[in-house]
């Protein structure tokens, strides 16, 4: 797959590691756990929504816009490093944030909410759960058309085909490491949410004719309502690359559970998830996304699903500002959902 005509702007130097993780894999006691170290990308922090950014903000650019608006929830990785972009690029940025836990807006909670600000965001608009969120960010765009301005709408999490191509570039590059390093992955892990990354992961391989099965963690929901928009955003990124290779329904795998009892709401796996990266490899996950996938990747690893002897890819996808909005029920000082 050629991706190189398609406008790019590159926010990461080199590759992210591709690392063996030892003592998780021992406390486990399962597969060879290794991990893609996508929170070590570039921009404020780094995360998967890096790689996103270096083509959503291509096309902005490509179109003459001045101002980048996105959404999402209150402690959103995706808002902070769209506004971090638009701050490298010199572009302005408006946030429209989804209280999806009523009452959990706090202008002045630490974490993203508090990079938000440190990073200069121009405006923020506060808007209740179930909102249409592209509508409200509409309306923000007809704002700033209002006053000769010219706004750039990125959907939430940056998940449509043009965000995902950014994760076909990772298979890409994931590919390359493998044949680098003479090392065979069986499966690859990954958090599943507005699901462009996974989309993407699935139809990279797919492109590149590599057999490696991707299986997604929702963590907002459950298979029958996450699998279908898996396939959807894939089918509509594999459009994008003329690519000739079906993807099929039966090709997208996630399970659910482990984000209950709500999104973005702790709970007691999430916990042991956390803890057990920190003390065993000294990697922070975050509260919210990969702190749920990787007590899906222990709970998989626990019944059978990662087999013994099998080498397993977990790929980081970032947040751990989000834990410095959450540390009391982290070290067990607020109780929290089993
Ligand atoms: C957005 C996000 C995800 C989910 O990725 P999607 O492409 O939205 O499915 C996972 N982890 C982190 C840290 C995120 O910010």
Same mark, same amino acid.
């Given at each position: 797959?050629?991706?190189?005509?398609?406008?790019?702007?590159?926010?990461?130097?080199?590759?992210?590691?591709?690392?063996?993780?030892?003592?998780?894999?021992?406390?486990?006691?399962?597969?060879?756990?290794?991990?893609?170290?996508?929170?070590?990308?570039?921009?404020?922090?780094? &995360?998967?929504?890096?790689?996103?950014?270096?083509?959503? @903000?291509?096309?902005?650019?490509?179109?003459?816009?001045?101002?980048?608006? /996105?959404?999402?929830?209150?402690?959103?990785?995706?808002?902070?490093?769209?506004?971090?972009?638009?701050? !490298?690029?010199?572009? !302005?940025?408006?946030?429209?944030?989804?209280?999806?836990?009523?009452?959990?807006?706090?202008?002045?909670?630490?974490?993203?909410?508090?990079?938000?600000?440190?990073?200069?965001?121009?405006?923020?608009?506060?808007?209740?759960?179930? /909102?249409?969120?592209?509508?409200?960010?509409?309306?923000?765009?007809?704002?700033?058309?209002?006053?000769?301005?010219?706004?750039?709408?990125?959907?939430?999490? *940056?998940?449509?085909?043009?965000?995902?191509?950014?994760? +076909?570039?990772?298979?890409?590059?994931?590919?390359?490491?493998?044949?680098?390093?003479?090392?065979?992955?069986?499966?690859?892990?990954?958090?599943?949410?507005?699901?462009?990354?996974?989309? *993407?992961?699935?139809?990279?391989?797919?492109?590149?004719?590599?057999?490696?099965?991707? +299986? *997604?963690?929702?963590?907002?929901?459950?298979?029958?309502?996450?699998?279908?928009? @898996?396939?959807?955003?894939?089918?509509?990124?594999?459009?994008?690359?003329?690519?000739?290779?079906?993807?099929?329904?039966?090709?997208?795998?996630?399970?659910?559970?482990?984000?209950?009892?709500?999104?973005?709401?702790?709970?007691? !796996?999430? @916990?042991?998830? +956390?803890?057990?990266?920190?003390?065993?490899? #000294?990697?922070?996950?975050?509260?919210?996304?990969?702190?749920?996938?990787?007590?899906?990747?222990?709970?998989?690893?626990?019944? #059978?699903?990662?087999? !013994? &002897?099998?080498?397993?890819?977990?790929?980081?996808?970032?947040?751990?500002?989000?834990?410095?909005?959450?540390?009391?029920?982290?070290? #067990?000082?607020?109780?929290?959902?089993?």
């Amino acid at each position: 797959m050629n991706l190189s005509r398609f406008p790019r702007r590159r926010y990461t130097e080199g590759h992210t590691p591709l690392e063996f993780l030892p003592r998780f894999t021992e406390a486990v006691g399962g597969p060879n756990i290794y991990i893609k170290r996508d929170d070590l990308l570039g921009l404020t922090s780094g &995360g998967n929504k890096t790689r996103k950014l270096e083509f959503l @903000v291509a096309d902005a650019m490509a179109q003459g816009a001045d101002t980048l608006i /996105t959404c999402g929830a209150v402690q959103s990785n995706h808002c902070r490093l769209t506004l971090a972009a638009a701050v !490298k690029e010199g572009l !302005k940025c408006r946030l429209v944030l989804e209280e999806r836990v009523p009452g959990s807006y706090n202008p002045e909670a630490s974490g993203n909410n508090f990079l938000f600000n440190l990073l200069g965001v121009e405006k923020i608009t506060v808007v209740p759960a179930g /909102t249409n969120m592209a509508e409200a960010m509409g309306k923000v765009a007809e704002e700033l058309a209002a006053d000769g301005r010219r706004g750039y709408v990125i959907p939430g999490g *940056g998940s449509n085909a043009i965000g995902a191509t950014g994760y +076909v570039a990772c298979a890409q590059e994931i590919q390359q490491q493998l044949f680098e390093k003479g090392l065979d992955i069986h499966q690859l892990c990954v958090a599943s949410g507005s699901s462009g990354t996974h989309a *993407g992961l699935l139809t990279g391989f797919i492109g590149c004719n590599l057999n490696i099965p991707v +299986v *997604g963690v929702g963590v907002s929901r459950d298979p029958e309502d996450q699998d279908p928009i @898996v396939h959807q955003v894939a089918l509509e990124t594999a459009e994008r690359l003329g690519m000739k290779q079906d993807i099929s329904r039966e090709s997208v795998v996630t399970f659910g559970d482990y984000w209950r009892p709500k999104y973005s709401v702790p709970n007691a !796996k999430m @916990v042991e998830a +956390v803890t057990m990266m920190a003390r065993t490899e #000294g990697i922070l996950l975050d509260p919210v996304y990969t702190g749920k996938a990787v007590a899906g990747l222990i709970g998989l690893c626990r019944k #059978g699903y990662f087999k !013994k &002897g099998e080498n397993v890819l977990y790929v980081h996808t970032g947040g751990s500002p989000a834990l410095y909005a959450y540390t009391r029920p982290i070290l #067990g000082l607020e109780e929290v959902a089993e």
